[in-house]
C-alpha cells in the first residue's frame, strides 16, 4: 500500500536556527502516527508546513501519490487535511453552529449545519448541541467543537496537537474510542503529545525529532516511555526526586473564599477553603475553566476578596494588591505566559525586573538597576536552562517551553515562601518538565509551600503531597495524594463528592 502522506527532504531555515533539517516519513491511510520531540525540536514548524500555514525551502510532499505543496491552510482542508490546534479558535459568544460555520469555504444555512453537526457528533461518540452558546461549554465541549469541525471536512489526514491537555481521563478514554474509529475508516492521524503513556496506548508509529532532525522511529507499543523520552533529548532523563525536608506549620489559609466571576464567560469561586503548609506541595486538578485563573487571580493579588479569607503566615491578605503580596512571599506564575506572565515585546531583563524589583532589590532610590536586573535574568537563564542568546532577547523570541522555563524560574530564584503557580509544565517537552518538577520539590525543601494548579493528573500525582479537585468554582477536601486511583481522580474533577473516607 503506498503512503498517504509522503514527506521528502523538508527542510525550513530561520536567520538564527535550522527549524526542520532534510525531514523525511511516510503517513500511511487509517495510521495513528505520533509526532515526538522536545521544545524547539521542530514539530510545529513541520505540521505547519504540511497545514499551509509555512512554506519549506526545499523537499517535497505527496499527498494520495500527488504533489502536495500546500500555499495556504485552504488548499490544505481542500486536498484532505484537517488540524486540531492546541489552543482553541472559538468565539465564547456564538453558538456552536455559528462556530463550525464560520470555519467554512461555503457553509450551508445554519439548520442544515445544526444536522450536521448532531448526525456527525452522534456518530463518533461525541454528541454536541449545536444551539449552545460556545462561552457556556467546558473545555472538552470546546474541544468536540474543534473535531467536529475538522470532521465535517471528511477529512483523510487528522493532524491533532496536544489533544488531551484540557480532558479528564474519562474524556480521554472517549477522545481515543473516536480517532480509532477514524482510524478504522481510513482517516489518518497525525498525534503530537508530551504524554507519552498516551502515545503508547493510542499510537502505532511515532518519529521522533530532535534539533530540527528525524533521529528514530519506533513502535510506541513495545517501546517504553523512557525510552522514548531518551530518544528525544539524546541523554538519560533525569526522574524528579523529593529531598528530605519536614513540614512546617501553616503559610497559606484560605477560608470560605468567594469571588464573583470576572466577566460573563468566567467562573465564580465559592466558598474555597484549604491550608498549605511550610514544605508541602497541594496539588489542585480540574478540568480547564472550572476556575483555574480565577484562584490564580484572588491568589496573587490580581483581584482582591473580603477581609478574612486568606492568611499569609496569620497576617490578612485579602485586601492587598499583587505588590504587596510579593513583599510579604506570596509569588504567582499564572498559566498565560505570553502576555500574563511575560511580556511579549519586553526583553528578559525587562521581564525580570518586572515581578523580581521588590524581592532581588532592583532599584535604589528610585532609580532602577540594571546591571543588577540583567544579573538576575542571567542567573534565571543558566539555572533553568533556557536556550536563548542572552537576557537582551525579547520574550517573544524564545519558545514556548523555553519561555515557561524562564518564568518559573524568575520567581524560584526569588526564594518564595509561598508560589502558587497554573499550569507549571504547559506545554513544555519531558525533559523540561521534569526539570520544572525538581525545581518545585527543592523548593519545598527549603521551606516553601507551593500550590500547584495543573491540567496533567501525572505530574500531580508525581509531585504533590495533597490533591483536591476544582470544579465549577467550588474546590473538593483535600485527600492524600499517595494511593488515588485514575477512575477515583476522575471522579473528583467531575464534582463527585465520593471521598469521604480518603479525607485528611
Known amino acids: 500500500m503506498s503512503a498517504l502522506l509522503k514527506i521528502d527532504g523538508l527542510t525550513k531555515a530561520y536567520p538564527a536556527v535550522i527549524a526542520n533539517n532534510n525531514i523525511s516519513f511516510d503517513i500511511q491511510q487509517g495510521e495513528i502516527h505520533a509526532l515526538l520531540g522536545e521544545n524547539g525540536a521542530g514539530k510545529s514548524t513541520l505540521v505547519k508546513a504540511i497545514y499551509g500555514l509555512v512554506k519549506p525551502d526545499t523537499g517535497i510532499m505527496h499527498l494520495n501519490d500527488a504533489p502536495f505543496a500546500p500555499a495556504e491552510p485552504r ?28 470555519g467554512m469555504e461555503r457553509p450551508p444555512p445554519q439548520h442544515k449545519i445544526a444536522q450536521q453537526v448532531r448526525v456527525v457528533s452522534n456518530r463518533y461518540g461525541l454528541p454536541l448541541d449545536p444551539d449552545r452558546i460556545v462561552g457556556d461549554l467546558s473545555a472538552g465541549e470546546r474541544q468536540r467543537v474543534e473535531i467536529i469541525r475538522c470532521l465535517l471536512q471528511d477529512p483523510k489526514l487528522l493532524i491533532m496537537d496536544e489533544p488531551t491537555s484540557v480532558l479528564t481521563p474519562q474524556e480521554v478514554g472517549i477522545l481515543f474510542k ?34 530540527g532532525e528525524v533521529v528514530a522511529t519506533c513502535d510506541p507499543r513495545t517501546t517504553s516511555a523512557g525510552e522514548m523520552a531518551e530518544m528525544m533529548v539524546g541523554r538519560v532523563l533525569h526522574v524528579p526526586e523529593r529531598a528530605a525536608g519536614d513540614v512546617g506549620p501553616v503559610v497559606l489559609s484560605l477560608k470560605n473564599m468567594s469571588a464573583p466571576a470576572p466577566n460573563a464567560f468566567g467562573t465564580a469561586l465559592s466558598d474555597i477553603t484549604f491550608d498549605v503548609k511550610a514544605g508541602e506541595i497541594l496539588g489542585i486538578g480540574g478540568v480547564a475553566g472550572n476556575g483555574q485563573d480565577e484562584l490564580v487571580a484572588a491568589l496573587s493579588g490580581e483581584v482582591t476578596v473580603p477581609a478574612g479569607m486568606i492568611q499569609l503566615k496569620h497576617d490578612d491578605i485579602g485586601r492587598l494588591g499583587v505588590n504587596a503580596r510579593r513583599k510579604m512571599g506570596l509569588l504567582a506564575a499564572p498559566e498565560e505566559r505570553m502576555g500574563h506572565a511575560a511580556a511579549p515585546d519586553m526583553s528578559l531583563t525587562e521581564n525580570a525586573l518586572m515581578t523580581g524589583l521588590a524581592r532581588k532589590r532592583l532599584s535604589h532610590r528610585g532609580f532602577l538597576r540594571w546591571p543588577a536586573a540583567r544579573a538576575f535574568a542571567k542567573d534565571v537563564i543558566q539555572a533553568f536552562d533556557v536556550r536563548t542568546p542572552g537576557p537582551a532577547n525579547m520574550a517573544r523570541s524564545l519558545s514556548g517551553g523555553n519561555l515557561q522555563k524562564f518564568v518559573i524560574g524568575r520567581e524560584i ?68 495524594a499517595q494511593g488515588l486511583s485514575v477512575e477515583q481522580i476522575g471522579l473528583m474533577l467531575g464534582g ?5 473516607d480518603a479525607h485528611v
Request: glycine share 6%; aromatic share 6%; charged share 20%.
Open 75 to 102: 488548499v490544505a482542508r481542500s486536498a484532505g487535511v484537517a488540524m486540531v490546534f492546541q489552543h482553541f479558535s472559538l468565539f465564547d459568544a456564538l453558538s456552536v453552529a455559528e462556530n463550525i460555520a464560520l
Open 496 to 500: 463527585a463528592q465520593q471521598m469521604d
Open 178 to 211: 473516536t480517532l480509532r474509529k477514524l482510524s478504522q475508516e481510513g482517516t489518518a492521524i497525525l498525534y503530537i503529545s508530551h504524554k507519552l503513556e498516551e502515545i503508547r496506548e493510542l499510537c502505532e508509529t511515532a518519529t521522533i525529532l530532535r534539533g
Open 413 to 480: 530564584l526569588q526564594a518564595p515562601d509561598v508560589f502558587v503557580v497554573n499550569q507549571p509544565t504547559w506545554g513544555v517537552d519531558a525533559s523540561a518538565a521534569a526539570a520544572i518538577r525538581q525545581a518545585l520539590l527543592d523548593l519545598t525543601a527549603k521551606g516553601a509551600a507551593v500550590v500547584c494548579i495543573s491540567q496533567d493528573l501525572d505530574e500531580l500525582m508525581e509531585i504533590s503531597d495533597r490533591f483536591c479537585a476544582l470544579n465549577g468554582g467550588q474546590l473538593s477536601e483535600p485527600v492524600a
